[in-house]
Every structure is written in C-alpha cells, then in structure tokens.
C-alpha cells in the first residue's frame, strides 16, 4: 500500500516537472533548426563570473561646468551662458579667488573648424560677458575663464547648429504625407549579448520590459570593429571595401556608398560622432575622410576636446575615461540627444559609437555605465525620441582579447554581439507585420548585412526610394531587412558567415594528431605566414610575426546539423608558434570525398 502511493506521488511529480524539464531543454538554444543551432547559455557560469566585479559610475567632477550651451528656438541660434552661481560654489573651494576681494571671472570663447581629419584650427579667444549668441558657422567651441589672471576653467561645447541649405533640403523633401521615422543609431564597442546581461543587467533589463526587439542570434561577420560597422554601414565586406573604396588611401572612403549618404541624398539630415579619437574606427591605421562624411560631424569636436581638456585614466583602464567634466562617452551620448532634440520634428539619420567605457578585454568594465544608459534611455523616451525614431542599440562584437579570450564562453560570445531594435507607436500601429517579424527574429540567425538591408527598408518608407531601388547588400545577397521573417532553414552560408565566425555548430574536442590533423595545421600555417606576407596592416597590428608551428595544442570538431552536407568536416585548431609562443585559432573546411581543405579564417590568441 505505502509502495503504491509513493510509485503514485513519485508518477504525479515527474508528470508535473516534464513540462518544466522541457522548457529548460527548449531554452537550451537561442536558434535551433537542422541549419543552424546557437546555444543559449547561461552568462553567469562560474567561471565567467571568477573575475567580474561589478563597476560603480563616478563622475568626473564634483564641480559644476561654469558655463553652458542651450539652443534658443526663437533666435535660431545657440546661446552659451557662464553660470554665476556655480562660479560661487568653485569660489568656496579657491579661497585665493576670494581674498582680499572676490576675483571677476573673465571668459572667452574659441570657434573650432575642421581643417582635415586629424587637425583642427582654433580660432581666436573672444571675450564675453555673461552670455553670448554663437555663430552658425561652426559646431565645436572651446572656453577659457580666468580669475585673478589664472586660468581656472577650460570646457568643450558642441551644438547642432542652424544652417540654411540644410533647411532648405529638408524643406524640398517635405510632404504632406507622415513625416517619414528617423534612424537613431547608438552603439557601444566589445559588448556580447551574454556581457550585456552580466555587465549592464539594469540596462538589459530595461530593453526587455519596455518592448524593444533583441535579435539575440546576430551574428558577426569578421573579426573586429572596423569590417563588422562597414558591414551595415555599406553592405560590403573588408576585401570589396579595399578594391572600391581603399580606407588607406587618401580619399579612398570617401567613395564608400555608406548608409548615411543615401539617407542625405533623400531629404534626411545625418551625423556621426565617435569617441577616443586615436583608435576612431575610420582613422586606426587608416586615412579617415577627406570630407565631413555627414552634416554634423563630431570628430573635430572631439580633437579639440581631447587637446585641450583634461584627460584622465583611471588606474588599469587603457583608454581615457574622463574628459573634462564628463566621461569620454558622454560627450557622444549628450551630442546624440541634443541632434534627435534638435531635428524632432524633421526626419534625421544618427550614428554614435562609443569605445571609451568597453573597449579592451575587461568584461566587468562597462558595468560602470549601466545605470547612466539606462538613465540615458528612459532620456530618450522623455524627449519624445522614441516616438518617432527607430532607435538601434548595438554592439559589433565580443571580447576577443586574451585572457578573458580563453574562457570557454567566450569564443561564442565574440561572435554573437547585443542588437536591440525600437519601432516607435506609430509604426508599430501602421505596420502590424513589423513587430510580428521582429517577434520569431529573435530566435533566428542574422548579421550585419541584414541591418544594412534594413536601413534601407526603413528608407524606403519614405516613398523616396523602393527597396529595390537601392538594392540589398552588396556581399550578401541572400541578407534581408529584419523587419520582415528571417527564413527558418537559414544557415551561415547562406548569409556570407564564413566558417570560422560561424555560431552555428557546437564543437567538441578531439586528440589532434593524425596525420590528417597535421596536414591542416600545416596548410593553416601557411595561410597564416601568407596572410602576414600580403597584410602590412596585420604587420602592424600584431608585434610578431610567426616564423615557425610549434604544434596543435587543442583540436575541435564540429557537430554538424541535420541539413549540412555530410560529407564536409569543419575542424578548429589552436596552433602554437614561435618567436613567443603565440596562440592561432584556426578554422578549416575538409570535404571528405575530395579530401580538399579550405582554411576559413584566423584569429590571434595572444601569447600564452
Ligand atoms: C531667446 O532669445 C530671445 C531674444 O534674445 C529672448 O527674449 C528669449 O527669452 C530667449 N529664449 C530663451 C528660451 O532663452
Ligand atoms: C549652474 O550651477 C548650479 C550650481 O552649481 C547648478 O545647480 C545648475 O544646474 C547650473 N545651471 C546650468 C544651466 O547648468
Ligand atoms: C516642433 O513642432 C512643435 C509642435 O508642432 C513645435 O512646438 C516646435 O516649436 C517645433 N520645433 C522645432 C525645432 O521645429
Ligand atoms: C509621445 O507620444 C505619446 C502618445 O502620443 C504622448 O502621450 C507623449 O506625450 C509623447 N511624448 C513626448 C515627450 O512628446
Ligand atoms: C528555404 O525555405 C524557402 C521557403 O521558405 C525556400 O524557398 C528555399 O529554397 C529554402 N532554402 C533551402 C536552402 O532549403
Ligand atoms: C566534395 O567533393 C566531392 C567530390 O570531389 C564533390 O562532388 C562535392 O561537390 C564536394 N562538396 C562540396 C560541398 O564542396
């Protein structure tokens, strides 16, 4: 009888925990068809989390700016102001300022112009009183203040200034029809999905509960920033880039078809600000633009800023996190509001991208800025942004440094970076198909390409352009807009992923030392000595060259899925090399009945 009910109560359980073990057995992958199948795992394993601490956001002063900038709507100008009462407070902490008598603040003001890519020119200081009205001319202004003869105050302002032949375009573009949704770009360098939701979980989970769209198997489609942003920026990959629009030449990115061209050419008004002007991603190594490539840049802003204002690095951070009297990051951040503020009620395409807080190899180290973005959204939605803007927050890939590198998440993570996409209420209303498309896209492979072929779908609700009109992308034909259903029985081929950037297979490790597996260690480091001989680039971003393979130090298989050929093998290894002992990862593709090999692409582990 106690049998009985124990083998009954024991039955009862089990048929109520099946639905439960199903769940977690279902959520076990983010994509999970016969083409492709992305795992889903869990950020905070253990050994994630060994060297994460969560980071505290500091500001870069306690001291008020003594001056400010605010747009006058009446005057159609900027106004910059010296704030007297914060003059008072800097006056309680420099009490050589107040003695004998309290010293008159004396300031002025330098206009900024671009004269290339890297040089800007200052012009001469002019003295005002306590407020003034700027020029349209420029965007970029530095202040000085002196008291008693002593500098005591040195600031940046950049604004989005009036300017007539730019009023004219968007008035030539007007219709009486809906004003077409503006793009609001917004990116953040070296963040995976996973390290959004362990570094930014306020962030994360703001996105989630207010009805963003996560596209959470966006996947990368080369190795660093400046292939992936040229991706969605022109639809092209880095080798179509070089032979059409050469980044190394003088002028050669100029003849890029970047996005916010097409956006120009049809009635929109656009900009483009990044911040850490030495590794700006169009300038690292490269030529940077011959002209402003958009109506408001803010790359001179930030030459000027970075000359002439404090710098600071807090200990262990690479990059400068301060700049003035706000983080790097900010200046970028404030600039983006101030731009979709300004051209509100217009249609205008932004790009931002910032470095400063994420960059590098410390996952834990953006976590310093997860309640100012989530603060800096919930900014958006009380300037009215979201209500007519598609907002696309994102990054471009994951940590791929060493030694966070050499966790076992983290070669999944490097290739799946965030991508979160805002429709506003109207366009949601307008077009029910969107969202529904947006909805199962989560849960369906997607990359760059597709966001570029997005921007364009998105153009095309203007009516100024079909989608056919402008095309799709250039090097992947079969990328689509994400706005309608990805198809289910996608694989990376079909969307130009190579092999090696590949998150579609799982891999499992294997005793690397057939001969077989020498035979591709061998033709990868060919491809490798190759790849240094033909790249001065390469050279020059990695201090050694490898001279000589030392041996496979880890194999791995990958399991295929149920649609992939049978007969082809996909093998990654990691090469050991000398001088100083470096670390390659490797991807090779070997057809079984051919016995051919095809050496996907590398990546550079770092010594060990
Ligand atoms: C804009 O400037 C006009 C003229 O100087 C002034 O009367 C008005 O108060 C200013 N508006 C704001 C919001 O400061
Ligand atoms: C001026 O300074 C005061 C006190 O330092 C501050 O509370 C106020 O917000 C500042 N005003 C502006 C417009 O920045
Ligand atoms: C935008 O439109 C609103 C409402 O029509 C108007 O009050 C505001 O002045 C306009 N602002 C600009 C910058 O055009
Ligand atoms: C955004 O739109 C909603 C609904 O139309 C409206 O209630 C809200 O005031 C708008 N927000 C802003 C800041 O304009
Ligand atoms: C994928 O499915 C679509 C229909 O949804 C079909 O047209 C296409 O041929 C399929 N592709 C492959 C590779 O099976
Ligand atoms: C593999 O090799 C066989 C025999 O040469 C060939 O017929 C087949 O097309 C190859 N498969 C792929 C996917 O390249």
Redesign the pocket.
Known sequence: MFTTIYWLTALILLLLLLPLLQCIEKNRYVVDTDYCRIPDPSPFSKESMQDFRLGKYKPCTKLQPLTWVKYNESLEHYVLSINESAYQWHLQIDLELRSPQTAALNCCYMEVERENDNVVNVMQCKHFKGSVQLSNDFDSFLVECYAKDKLIYTNAHATVPERSALRQRLQQWRSTKEKPPSVLMLGIDTISRLNLMRAMPSTYRYLKLNGWFELAAYNKIAANTLPNLLAFLTGRNLNSVMEHCNPYLIGGLDKCEFIWKLYRELGYVTAFGEDAVSINTFNLRMRGFRESPVDYYLRPYLIAAEQWLDVSQQPGQEYQVCLGYEHASEHIYNYALEFARRYRNDSFFGFFWTNTHSHGYRISRTSAMDSYMTKYLKRLVEQGTMNHTIVVLLSDHGTHQLPTRMSSLSWLEERLPFLFIWLPPSLRKAHPEFVQALQVNRQRLSNPYDLHVTLKHILSLSGRNSLEGMGGAQDCPNCQSLLLPLPLNRSCEDVAIGDHWCTCWSYSEYKANSANDKMMAQLAFEYLVDYFHKNVFVRNLYDVQPKTLVGISKGLVAKRNKAD?P??SIYRLRLLTQPKNVLFEVTIRV????K?MHVSDISRLGPV
């Open positions: 050929d007969r082809i057809n079984s009945s051919s051919e």
